[in-house]
């Protein structure tokens, strides 16, 4: 029954217009905003508006830092922007190369995008592949999604988009190449997904020991806010803060779990600890990283 | 809406069908009578505990873990996926193991999974579980979803012995490097490890059948009431390879 419910609900869709992802840009500073994405795991009721992106507006043009998970996000950002600033968006930055941060290139068609020389490799090499993924778990919103891959190599420490300076910072850990922007003009730090707030990490391509060194790093860094990957910008160190605790945990639970013998369903049986029920997606992102790290653990016990 | 009306009622019949199953699925009447011919079987989810994952996201590595530990003096275990090509995964002769295994497979697409168990009476209680995933495990060539130089490892393996939460249960975790083709992909012969003996010194405390669904790089665990310090675990292969290894 529900199967013949789905199939009609999916049928009115065929004949509706493009999603609507009902974007609002929320303010950070005088020239700095960001779009916030839901808390959840991609579906086709968010349309893959899962993870966060920023604009900095120049006095000649608009710096873009992530463009979301399809053409049709990247064409409702472009709007919402040219609600605020006739400017041309002339430059993109590609923090890494998961797909809720990079697909809405495809709207892009007049900028120079920038990312890593791995980000940059990768995105040609399975792109295609992460538009097949996400057609599967979002459906129509991804319609006329087309790889367009960076055509910038990221190399210096600062960036001068006519005459606005951006730092770089070169880190891993999330993936093997994350970037990290601070904009010292505004005191405002774009983290891409080494931070996640409130919203537990996911770990397709994480090493873990890497991931906790950036953010000791991070620490250091005397922002005044915090743009995180996903979850709400932050005027705190908290969100650094929980961020190494749950990769300690996790790590922890790992490696005492593999010397145990324990089997993945029974670390996964286990209650939640208190500090983190209240991250979004906990169950479902916990249960994803058990089962992509633990073979590796076992295959270490003794060595 | 005349269409609809008589698909409501053809799923209702389905539903009335399987009314004992409690994951239905079309093939299943005809792969239970292949592998256990007319023996007697029941459904009983309340004596196996069988678990998979909430979604399978990688259909190629989806984790299973049978405890089957309540149905006391098991001879057999069998697990199959309904819906795989090939639907049999691993056929345990139990003798000095219990009715416990926990292993990765491939799916080929959404599939119930079985876990049966033979009871010391000959009757099969069978363990249902959904395994929801996209799929395409079955079909993806395993070399290419790993680029693992199998010159150098293929065999390599791996035991460690563990005491379990219960003290006369000790637990055996083995792994193997190998690729586990199924065959399936145009241009791969299968290439899979179809036989694993369980044993101490000269003593087989059980023989293993398995098939090419499980996942490369296989890792299983067993556990025996038998209170060795050591065990042997011999891999074989369908290429005639024999792969030997110890526990720690
Ligand atoms: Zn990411």
Known sequence: MK???????????????????????????????????????????????????????????????????????????????????????????????????????????????????????????????????????????????????????????????????????????????DIVIFDENSKILYTSDLIFNKRTLTTPHANIDEWIKSLYQLEKINYSVLVPGHGIASKTKEPIKENIAYLNFLENTLKDSANKGLDIFEILSKPIPKEFEDFAMFKEEFERSIINLYPSYERNVNK | MKYIFFFIVSLFLAINLHAKNPVSSPTFIDIIKEIIKDDKYIFDDKNIELSVPNFADNPTQVPIFVDGKKIKNATRMILFADLNPI???????????????????????????????????????????????????????????????????????????????????????ASIFHPMETGLVFGNSEFYINKILVKKADEVLSEIKTFSPISQNPRFTFETIDNSKNYTIEFYDNDGNEFISESK
């Not at chain 1, 495809?106 to 996400?134: C, H, M, P, R």
């Open chain 1, 3 to 177: 199967a013949l419910i789905f199939s009609i609900i999916s049928f009115s869709f065929l004949f509706s217009s493009s999603f609507d992802f009902k974007l609002k840009p929320i303010k950070l500073s005088d020239n700095s905003y960001y779009f916030y994405g839901k808390k959840e795991y991609f579906s086709p009721s968010n349309g893959g508006d899962i993870a966060n992106c920023a604009f900095i507006i120049t006095k000649k043009s608009v710096i873009l830092i992530d463009t979301g998970s399809s053409k049709e996000y990247g064409e409702q950002v472009k709007k919402e922007i040219r609600k605020i600033t006739s400017k041309p968006i002339k430059y993109i930055i590609n923090t890494h190369h998961h797909p809720d941060h990079f697909l809405g290139n495809a709207a892009f068609t007049n900028s120079d995008i920038y990312a890593t020389e791995f980000t940059k490799n990768d995105i040609e090499q399975n792109g295609e592949l992460y538009i097949v993924n996400l057609v599967n778990l979002i459906h129509d919103a991804m319609d006329g999604t087309r790889i367009k891959a960076p055509n910038q190599v990221l190399t210096t420490e600062t960036l001068n988009f006519d005459n606005y300076k951006l730092k770089v910072l070169y880190m891993d850990g999330h993936t093997e190449s």
């Open chain 2, 87 to 173: 639907p049999e995964i691993i056929d345990m002769q139990l003798g000095k193991l219990l009715p416990v295994v926990s292993l990765n497979i491939k799916v080929a697409q959404e599939t119930p999974i079985r876990a049966m168990i033979l009871d010391e009476k000959g009757v099969w209680h069978i363990g249902s579980k959904n395994i929801r995933s996209f799929g395409g495990g079955c079909s993806v060539s395993s070399s290419e979803a790993m680029d693992t130089d199998y010159s150098k490892y293929l065999g390599k393996t791996k035991t460690n012995l563990f005491q379990t939460s219960s003290k006369d249960i000790h637990r055996l975790k």
